[in-house]
């Protein structure tokens, strides 16, 4: 029931992602490499899909491509139908880096974006405070610039750094991967917090099974040479999740599907390394 | 169940002495800074008291005394003018070698046109020495005032430029940077005032640091062409009569002036990036 309710309330939101026939090829002079091929992609509004699979299958590149910080070779992405044609803030990203303007107080880091759209002071002020509140860095706002933050804070001001802008989606890049396993538990649970509170679509990269279980609505795995989405799928688990349902029997039957899913592709990505 | 407690050594006096020696001392880093003046003086009188000749000569160079009193000399008979004229070279050359190397260097960094247009040129005149635009200065320039002014313009001129150019370009290569902005939506105006001006601030901090050092460098050079009064000219007269104490006096006091003043750019430039934290091996 509460699903059926969530779907309809999904129709009329913003965030639809539609990625066409979308291939990246870097050529050299005889020798080609398939980063994307054909990627064949629909992402509802609101929905939390987790882009999953070993290093050099291409999730990075795809999601550059979503931002439009990189140009496809061939197809397209549309966000809510409009083609995408280089990087906006309709597309928040978090970097897997730490990626806060070392210049820049935490506060004027998260204004930032309302700032450059010429949001009045006051509004801004209200905004970003809001925000701040909501993960904890209030008192964090003025006095501190990013290196005085730990690595936890720095991703969680990157995180309301996009979500200010109030983003149809939201693209992040392994951005607790440079986390302690501590602290990246408790970056979870918070992102899908805020993510219940805002339905904003999320589009999430990683290569840890448990994280893209955890976090997601559907989990697309990806394969590679050349780099493919391999299967899509569905994670039903109830939400709100907390950090003890990945212990559950459905948790531990659904890892092992996917690292059943994502080994041959792995083992094929360890084999052309060596 | 047992416990070891371990028991507090007794302190010897010796020590103690030794701590506080440490703190007082060696710990202390205004101390170590005299310390290196006292040594680098103190073996300067070394070498000139035993006469020092093995390759190098110290047998005619003034001692630090020689140098002292001389400098007592100068001092006692009315100096301000030779400072104050010196001073006035080098600040006026300085000033607009910042804003022109700055502003150019930016520039240049930002758009690929503006570095076609006036890179090459700029890099042919780059490895001229101060000392060779003499001849030029005095056929360019209405009066040997600005023509001093100007030697001094080139010092500090290039070492400004290249590392604002640099200090951009390395913001710009910076892939991530650049996207934060580009993903809140920012133009290319944003991105220049909100990412690679800063960003290119430590470069062009030490641009200016290291363009106060060598406008001091070419005031010897600027004060040969003309004049009675500056510090370096002082220095090449002392020279031209073979009266060597000034000279090395001339020399330390350009030094002095030099170092004060890089200090202070230093200072101002580090008050402009509050952000900035530097840690050292074996600081506190």
Redesign the interface.
């Known amino acids: 029931m509460v699903t059926m309710q969530r779907t309809a309330e999904r129709q009329t939101l913003k965030g639809a992602v539609q990625v066409e026939g979308l291939s990246v090829v870097y050529r050299r002079k005889n020798y080609e490499n398939r980063v994307l091929d054909s990627i064949q992609l629909s992402i509802q509004p609101g929905e939390f899909v987790c882009l999953l699979g070993p290093s050099g299958c291409g999730k990075s590149t795809l999601l550059n491509v979503i931002a439009g910080f990189l140009k496809p070779s061939a197809g397209y992405v549309l966000v809510d139908q409009m083609p995408i044609s280089r990087p906006g803030a309709d597309r928040g990203f978090v970097f897997q880096q730490y990626s806060l303007l070392p210049w820049k107080t935490t506060f004027q880091n998260i204004e930032l974006g309302l700032k450059i759209r010429g949001v009045p002071k006051a509004e801004r002020t209200e905004r970003v405070h809001e925000y701040l509140n909501r993960v904890g860095l209030y008192k964090h706002r003025s006095s501190s610039y990013p290196h005085q933050l730990s690595g936890g804070m720095q991703q969680r001001a990157s995180i309301i750094r996009a979500l200010v802008n109030s983003p149809s989606v939201l693209l992040m890049d392994e951005p607790f991967a440079a986390l302690d396993a501590q602290t990246r538990h408790m970056m979870q649970e918070m992102l899908l917090g805020i993510w219940d509170d805002l339905k904003t679509t999320v589009i999430f990269v990683t290569h840890d099974i448990e994280e893209a279980i955890f976090l997601g609505d559907r989990i697309c795995t990806m394969g590679v040479h050349p780099g493919r989405i391999k299967s899509e799928i569905p994670i039903d688990l109830p939400r709100p999740r907390h950090f003890d349902d990945t212990l559950s029997k459905e948790f531990l039957a659904l890892n092992r599907q996917v690292f059943n899913c994502i080994r041959e592709e792995t083992m094929k990505s360890m084999e052309e390394s060596f | 169940m047992a416990v070891t407690v371990s028991k507090p050594v007794p302190t010897r006096w010796f020590g103690r002495i030794g701590d506080v020696l440490k703190t007082l001392f060696w710990g202390n880093r205004p101390f170590r800074r005299v310390l290196a003046l006292m040594i680098f003086f103190g073996v300067w009188q070394f070498l000139c008291a035993i006469n020092f000749d093995f390759f190098i000569n110290f047998q005619l160079i003034p001692s630090p005394w020689e140098v002292l009193f001389a400098t007592i000399d100068f001092v006692t008979s009315d100096p301000w003018i030779h400072f104050r004229s010196s001073i006035q070279r080098v600040f006026f050359g300085y000033l607009a070698a910042s804003v022109l190397g700055i502003i150019l260097g930016v520039l240049i960094g930002w758009f690929e046109a503006v570095e076609d247009l006036f890179l090459p040129p700029l890099e042919l005149l780059r490895p001229i020495p101060a000392v060779a635009w003499i001849p030029l200065a005095i056929l360019m320039f209405p009066n040997a005032e600005s023509g001093m002014v100007y030697i001094t313009f080139i010092g500090a001129f290039f070492p400004m430029l290249i590392s604002t150019i640099r200090g951009v370009e390395s913001t710009l290569s910076d892939t ?2 650049i ?2 902005g ?6 290319s105006w ?1 991105i220049f005032k ?2 690679v001006i ?2 290119s ?1 430590p470069s062009i901090a030490s641009g200016l640091t290291i363009g106060m050092g060598n406008a001091w460098f070419c005031l010897v050079t600027a004060e040969i062409l003309a004049g009675r009064y500056g510090v370096g000219y002082i220095t090449w007269e002392s020279y031209v009569t073979s009266n060597y104490p000034p000279i090395v006096m001339g020399m330390l006091l350009i030094g002095l002036m030099g170092a004060l003043s890089s200090w202070a750019v230093g200072r101002a430039t580090n008050a402009l ?5 530097i840690n050292k091996q074996g600081g506190g």
């Open positions: 991530v940077l996207r934060v580009q993903c809140l939506g920012a133009n944003h909100d990412i800063p960003g601030m990036m509050p952000w900035r934290v």
